[in-house]
């Protein structure tokens, strides 16, 4: 978490912190609560270390750009929460996820609301795409180790 807040743009409340994982699953996740006094707007971080990912076949056309040291950048910015039927609350969101060779990925979204299933606070998300991929370049990540391929949850 402290990663997170420190990479975050200066003058924002933050609230609501939560964080999750390890237990040998190969991710962690957190999320925090922003405001810049425009409306609440929720950010969830998932950091994983798997199977890389080198091109953008499995992404939408115009959305994914790979970079020259082979890494996969993906971003939706700024889409309905829903976008195979209604939107209820008129959520939207900013999705930013970096995946490098070596299998480290990190995934950042950014509502315009407290939670993801609420009502809007603010028209947009209050952090760009510009400033996710920013905090996903960071190298400041600690990533954790890859799942085992035997691990059984509860053993």
């Known amino acids: 978490m402290a990663t997170l807040t420190g990479l975050l743009p200066h003058g924002l409340t933050l609230t609501n912190s939560t964080k999750s994982g390890g237990y ?6 957190a999320s925090v609560l922003l405001n810049d006094g425009a409306g609440a707007s929720l950010l969830t971080l998932s950091i994983t270390t798997a199977d890389a990912i080198t091109d953008c076949n499995p992404f939408p056309p115009g959305t994914c750009t790979i970079h020259a040291g082979g890494s996969v950048h993906v971003v939706y910015d700024d889409q309905p929460l829903y976008t195979d039927g209604p939107n209820p609350g008129g959520v939207r969101e900013t999705v930013v996820e970096l995946f490098r060779p070596n299998g480290t990925q990190i995934s950042l979204t950014n509502y315009n609301a407290p939670k993801e299933k609420s009502e809007h606070t603010r028209p947009r998300p209050l952090l760009t795409a510009a400033q ?6 960071s190298t400041q990540w600690v990533f954790p180790p890859r799942q085992a391929d035997d691990f059984q949850p509860g053993s």
């Open 24 to 29: 040998g699953l190969g991710t962690n996740e």
């Open 132 to 137: 996710l991929a920013q905090i996903a370049r």
